[in-house]
């Protein structure tokens, strides 16, 4: 069993994995010369695969696992967490952005009592827009999701080896590593870190795929877009009976009733769309149930550079 495990997701990052290969040794290597790095090829269509099949056959510290098709970067992340073996775990991405040097760092604190130790990124080196998205995904989430997640700090963390026995438990198809982590409420700590630029190439995280991931992730951990429902409809009856108690007063006061077909088009229509809308949201919690009911496998391993052992996909 090893005493440090690195588990990185890979995708489209060719032009980076051989120095971040280079700079976690060099990383490594003064804490422990007995560690491994476990690469999730994620099926990015380049050619990480081979290059980690090289690193693989040149030091066997490297553990390099393929999907079978593009599951996501969290099912990477939990692929790695399944298959790694060590005393204390190092997630990380894998653009470089995430500093292999920091990890002594990490490590140090974790060794003061700590489960989990987070990198909170002190600034961002990321497009502007980037950063933009990334915090307003993180305000979205953080509201309508009930939790106080750190806009600040993303995978890049150390862990104990029992947060990730626990962290193997949790089998939801819904998947965001960081608000998995914390649920657990293992003792943790963070410290400040410097965020790099990206080693090689544009990011894969586009606003889209923010936005999925954000609509999901609140879906997966909490009901309160539905309480909002159930608070708008409230507002809205509420409003429309103090709308007819307007009329009926002025009927009564006046003698003539307020006409209009206008506005009482606009208000059929509106109401309407509030009401296919709180049914398309129903709608979405009850095929997220389904799709866990269906008891699928959370990703599926096509090939690895070792011998595979009888772990859960």
Request: one cysteine or more; a neutral charge; aromatic letters at 14%.
């Amino acid at each position: 069993m090893p005493h440090i495990s690195v588990v990185t997701p890979v995708y489209q990052a060719e032009g980076c994995l051989e120095e971040l290969y280079r700079r976690l040794v060099a990383a490594l290597s003064p804490i422990t010369q007995d560690f491994e790095i476990v690469m999730v090829e994620d099926c990015g269509g380049d050619r990480s695969w081979e290059i980690i099949q090289d690193l693989a056959r040149g030091d066997a510290r490297v553990k390099g696992l393929q999907f079978s098709r593009n599951f996501g970067q969290h099912y990477g992340i939990t692929a790695g967490l399944d298959h790694c073996d060590a005393d204390w775990v190092v997630v990380m991405d894998c653009d470089l952005q995430d500093q292999p040097e920091e990890i002594p760092r990490l490590y140090a604190k974790a060794r003061e009592g700590y489960d989990i130790v987070v990198a909170r990124r002190g600034w961002r080196n990321d497009h502007p827009l980037k950063r933009l998205t990334s915090r307003l995904f993180y305000k979205l989430f953080s509201y309508l999701a009930d939790v106080d997640y750190d806009p600040q700090a993303g995978n890049f963390r150390v862990m104990s080896r029992k947060v990730v026995e626990s962290f193997r438990q949790m089998r939801e198809q819904l998947r965001f590593f960081g608000a998995l982590v914390g649920w657990m409420g293992f003792r943790s700590a963070a410290i400040d870190v410097q965020h790099a630029e990206r080693y090689h190439g544009p990011s894969t995280y586009t606003f889209g795929k923010l936005w999925q991931l954000a609509a999901n992730t609140i879906v997966a951990y909490s009901d309160k877009p539905l309480r909002l429902a159930i608070r708008l409809g409230f507002l809205i009856a509420f409003l429309a009976f103090s709308y007819g108690v307007y009329i009926m007063f002025r009927a009564v006061l006046y003698g003539s009733a307020i006409t209009g077909w206008s506005s009482l088009i606009v208000s059929v229509y509106f109401m309407g769309g509030i009401i296919i809308a709180i049914l398309g949201m129903l709608g979405i919690y009850l095929g997220k149930t389904f799709d866990e009911a269906k008891k699928r496998p959370l990703y599926i391993v096509m090939r690895t550079t070792f011998e595979r052992d009888a772990k859960p996909d």
